[in-house]
Antibody, heavy 119, light 106 residues
Framework: EVQLVESGGGLVHPGGSLRLSCEAS????????MHWVRQSPGKGLVWLSR????????VYADSVKGRFTISRDNAKKTLYLQMNSLRPDDTAEYYC????????????WGQGTLVSVSS | DIQLTQSPSSLSASVGDRVTITCRSS??????LNWYQQKGGKGPKLLIY???SLQSGVPSRFSGSGSGTDFTLTIISLQPEDFATYYC?????????FGPGTKVDI
């Protein structure tokens, strides 16, 4: 079964750091662009970042540029999101997402991991 | 950044109804518009990609149309499992923005 499973969320103080992980199964991670998307409680979806299949090319939303870093270890079948200088408005469910190998669409989503930033 | 607007923001419908949701882009995005369904706080599910292509496994009662800046998602004969929130998303250029969502309920 094609699946993405996120982990690493939790409660963190403002200014703190967290690293999210996303383990891929049922497909070859190194063949796909991958993304992180978040959703604040009761709000809409916000795209954060994408990584090329080999991890050499990355793009970020302005809201997280310079604070978040996307990376991957294809041998371990895992995508990461290092989050630094966290702020209360970073509180959200974070989803790991696969880019389809047809068209430009997000065809597989993880179940999400919740990050809460609060003092 | 490309802005997407959706209308309506919410709608009430009944089983068997035909439902139409529109998505408008602030800039030309060719065919690069996707539609997702989200239920119960779970990760969204891809329904339609490239404006009108039906994702594998998605029922044929879902269809998409449009190009350029104006797009439509149509659900013919709404089923109980279709009550959810629907989002459009542009994949023309980064940042890959989403619309604000349309909640479909009874």
């Amino acid at each position: 079964e094609v699946q993405l499973v996120e982990s690493g969320g939790g409660l963190v103080h403002p200014g703190g750091s967290l690293r999210l992980s996303c383990e891929a199964s049922g497909f070859v991670l190194s063949s796909h662009w991958m993304h992180w998307v978040r959703q604040s409680p009761g709000k809409g979806l916000v795209w954060l970042s994408r990584s090329s299949p080999d991890g050499s090319r990355t793009v970020y939303a302005d809201s997280v540029k310079g604070r978040f870093t996307i990376s991957r270890d294809n041998a371990k079948k895992t995508l990461y999101l290092q989050m630094n200088s966290l702020r209360p408005d970073d509180t959200a469910e974070y989803y790991c997402v696969r880019d389809a190998d047809f068209g430009r669409a997000f065809d597989i989503w993880g179940q999400g991991t919740l990050v809460s930033v609060s003092s | 950044d490309i802005q997407l607007t959706q209308s309506p923001s919410s709608l009430s419908a009944s089983v068997g109804d035909r439902v139409t949701i529109t998505c408008r882009s602030s800039q030309y995005i060719s065919k690069y518009l996707n539609w997702y369904q989200q239920k119960g706080g779970k990760g969204p599910k891809l329904l339609i990609y490239d404006a009108s292509s039906l994702q594998s496994g998605v029922p044929s009662r879902f269809s998409g149309s449009g190009s350029g800046t104006d797009f439509t998602l149509t659900i013919i004969s709404l089923q109980p499992e279709d009550f959810a929130t629907y989002y459009c998303q542009q994949s023309y250029s980064t940042p890959f923005t989403f619309g604000p969502g349309t909640k479909v309920d009874i």
